[in-house]
């Protein structure tokens, strides 16, 4: 009878674990997707997709383009001229085009709950499940406060350069809706464009983000008297699905990085040119396009390098456990000529919670202490069946086998940044001399 009621049991949280794996019309996708579809990315069905797709060819590839060959006004005032149209509309254009497209292909191939790891979720902690969830809810928000205060910029320098040189800019029929069908039009189209480009970012940090919160989870195994086992399993399953980031984002995260970098070349170079006349009226889109493309750029890099870090940080909290525990396996063996201390009234070695520098737990760490490997020492169970030789063997697997966000095998982390920091100054410094004549 109680072997019927514990299959039971486990039956019924089996059925209830693939529920939450399967999508339906009312899930906890019902929002995020209503927010897609009025993106006009969404893929979902035929007919979304062939909205989408149009959506992207109006809004991404039409209009940037009738807008720069259309509307150039070379007759216009200094104030009116627009000589670095074609790098913006290129720029937006391109980074757009590559988000749409590895966008489109994660969601055809892997469906939106795959591709944002839902289906995996049946496997995690409650806490893991309502943080990645909130974390979800939030995304838009995240996603608004990016886009946000660029389009507000760049609705302002539109309905400016319409309002005051009507006149001047070519139409058709009456000059006011002429003008106003425009300005709409272009607005649609900037706005559009860096909603895609922030999407895919924001959509890489969530999943990040999820990973991160694993890795914490992953780190309460060492505050507990676990098994070796169970450790490497978990790390192991952890290490596979940032392979599987990695593999997935690889080729966008490269390609972002070389479009953004060759929009700001653009930028620098026809910006630098003695005969033209730099002023905010000129200059003011490109300043907020290169804004937009950057702070993608950073959403991405800065992802990347943050889950690496935590990755890495089970390294050192793996070290400071074996240490711990060695201590406490020590403990109470007299050495040739010790004095033998007194008994303690528990069995469980109490260390100092002192930081590495000596300071005490009361000093304040504030930012720069790692949420996963903090500076507090690890109280160890004096009872623990994990010998010497297997904690060792675990700490060497870690040592010798670093989880992380990978770019074709190169690791997505702080050394990674500076290097590509210091190679983005010397092109910098490189084209300054070319133009300019910094040496």
Same mark, same amino acid.
């Given at each position: 009878?109680?072997?019927?009621?514990?299959?039971?049991?486990a039956?019924?949280?089996?059925?209830?674990?693939?529920?939450?794996?399967?999508?339906?019309?009312?899930?906890?996708?019902?929002?995020?997707?209503?927010?897609?579809?009025?993106?006009?990315?969404?893929?979902?069905?035929?007919?979304?997709?062939?909205?989408?797709?149009?959506?992207?060819? $109006?809004?991404? /590839?039409? &209009?940037?383009? *009738?807008?720069?060959?259309l +509307?150039?006004?070379? @007759?216009?005032?200094? !104030?009116?001229?627009?000589?670095?149209?074609?790098?913006?509309?290129?720029?937006?254009?391109?980074?757009?085009?590559?988000?749409f497209?590895?966008?489109?292909?994660?969601?055809?191939?892997?469906?939106?709950?795959?591709?944002?790891?839902?289906?995996?979720?049946?496997?995690?902690?409650?806490?893991?499940?309502?943080?990645?969830?909130?974390?979800?809810?939030?995304?838009?928000?995240i996603?608004?406060?990016?886009?946000?205060?660029?389009?507000?910029?760049?609705?302002?320098?539109?309905?400016?350069?319409?309002?005051?040189?009507?006149?001047?800019?070519?139409? $058709?029929?009456? /000059?006011? &809706?002429?003008? *106003?069908?425009?300005?709409? +039009?272009?607005?649609? @189209?900037?706005?559009? !464009?860096?909603?895609?480009?922030?999407?895919?970012?924001?959509?890489?940090?969530?999943?990040?983000?999820?990973?991160?919160?694993?890795?914490?989870?992953?780190?309460?195994?060492?505050?507990?008297?676990?098994?070796?086992?169970s450790?490497?399993?978990?790390?192991?399953?952890?290490?596979?699905?940032l392979?599987?980031?990695?593999?997935?984002?690889?080729?966008?995260?490269?390609l972002?990085?070389?479009?953004?970098?060759?929009?700001?070349?653009?930028?620098?170079?026809?910006?630098?040119?003695?005969?033209?006349?730099?002023?905010?009226?000129?200059?003011g889109? $490109?300043?907020?396009?290169? &804004?937009?493309?950057?702070?993608?750029?950073?959403?991405?890099?800065? @992802?990347?390098?943050?889950?690496?870090?935590?990755?890495?940080?089970?390294?050192?909290?793996?070290?400071?456990?074996?240490?711990?525990?060695?201590?406490?396996?020590?403990?109470?063996?007299?050495?040739?000529?010790?004095?033998?201390?007194?008994?303690?009234?528990?069995?469980?070695?109490?260390?100092?919670?002192?930081?590495?520098?000596?300071?005490?737990?009361t000093?304040?760490?504030?930012?720069?202490?790692?949420?996963?490997?903090?500076?507090?020492?690890?109280?160890?169970?004096?009872?623990?069946?994990?010998?010497?030789?297997?904690?060792?063997?675990?700490?060497?697997?870690?040592?010798?086998?670093?989880?992380?966000?990978?770019?074709?095998?190169?690791?997505?982390?702080?050394?990674t940044?500076?290097t590509?920091?210091?190679?983005?100054?010397?092109?910098?410094?490189?084209?300054?001399?070319?133009t300019?004549?910094?040496?």
């Open positions: 009878m109680d072997d019927t009621s514990t299959a039971a049991a039956l019924l949280e089996r059925r209830g674990k693939y529920s939450r794996s399967v999508s339906h019309a009312s899930d906890e996708f019902h929002t995020f997707r209503s927010c897609l579809r009025w993106m006009c990315v969404d893929q979902s069905n035929p007919f979304a997709a062939a909205l989408s797709w149009s959506a992207f060819l $109006l809004l991404a /590839v039409a &209009v940037p383009g *009738a807008s720069h060959f +509307l150039a006004c070379p @007759s216009c005032d200094g !104030r009116h001229s627009r000589p670095y149209d074609g790098v913006v509309q290129l720029s937006l254009t391109s980074v757009a085009a590559l988000s497209l590895c966008l489109a292909g994660f969601v055809r191939k892997y469906g939106l709950r795959r591709f944002l790891f839902f289906d995996k979720l049946c496997d995690e902690s409650e806490t893991v499940r309502t943080n990645y969830m909130a974390q979800l809810n939030r995304s838009v928000k996603l608004s406060v990016f886009v946000g205060p660029c389009f507000v910029v760049e609705c302002a320098y539109k309905i400016w350069w319409y309002a005051s040189g009507a006149s001047q800019i070519p139409f $058709l029929g009456n /000059v006011y &809706v002429s003008d *106003a069908v425009a300005c709409i +039009l272009e607005l649609w @189209s900037w706005l559009y !464009r860096t909603t895609v480009i922030f999407l895919v970012c924001v959509l890489f940090r969530l999943i990040c983000h999820l990973q991160i919160l694993r890795l914490h989870d992953f780190a309460r195994f060492f505050h507990v008297d676990s098994d070796v086992a450790v490497m399993s978990e790390h192991l399953r952890i290490r596979r699905h392979r599987i980031i990695s593999h997935r984002f690889r080729a966008f995260i490269l972002a990085l070389a479009l953004v970098t060759g929009s700001q070349f653009a930028c620098l170079l026809v910006t630098t040119k003695a005969t033209h006349d730099m002023n905010i009226y000129k200059a889109e $490109l300043a907020v396009c290169s &804004v937009t493309l950057l702070s993608a750029l950073c959403i991405l890099l800065r @992802s990347a390098t943050k889950i690496t870090h935590k990755a890495q940080a089970i390294t050192g909290l793996a070290a400071k456990w074996h240490v711990c525990a060695t201590l406490d396996s020590f403990d109470g063996v007299l050495t040739e000529g010790e004095t033998p201390m007194a008994p303690q009234g528990s069995h469980e070695t109490v260390f100092p919670n002192v930081g590495t520098d000596g300071e005490s737990e000093d304040e760490a504030g930012d720069e202490e790692d949420e996963i490997d903090t500076t507090k020492l690890i109280p160890s169970y004096a009872y623990s069946t994990i010998s010497y030789q297997k904690r060792q063997a675990l700490v060497n697997y870690f040592e010798n086998n670093k989880a992380g966000i990978t770019v074709y095998g190169f690791m997505l982390d702080r050394s940044l500076h590509i920091f210091g190679i983005e100054l010397s092109l910098v410094l490189w084209l300054l001399g070319k300019i004549g910094i040496s």
